[in-house]
């Protein structure tokens, strides 16, 4: 398809599994994901990791470009240790023992 033909869609990845993700993109004809999140990772879904995803879309033929860095730059450094903070509190509260 020529770019005058183009569409752009939107899609957030939600909790769907990988495979459902997918199934929405082939639904919907989409052949290239631009990911614009500033930090392309998820604790809680980590088939949205920015490594993983790109190659499970590969796997699919679908091609896959990270833009956070390039559309918000690098993180406030305040954020950046606050995050770092609280998922150190999770990783220990995790590793602690029931009572």
Do not use: W
Request: charge should be neutral.
């Amino acid at each position: 398809m020529n770019a005058a033909g183009a569409s752009v869609f939107t899609i957030g990845h939600s909790t769907h599994d990988s495979e459902a993700f997918v199934a929405l993109l082939q639904r919907y004809g989409v052949t290239e994901i631009a990911d614009v999140r500033s930090s392309p990772y998820s604790r809680f879904n980590p088939q949205f990791n920015r490594e993983t995803l790109a190659n499970r879309l590969a796997a699919c033929g679908i091609e896959y470009a990270f833009l956070g860095s390039e559309l918000f730059g690098p993180r406030d450094e305040r954020i950046a240790r606050a995050i770092a903070k609280q998922t150190e509190r999770i990783e220990y509260k995790n590793k602690m023992p029931d009572l």
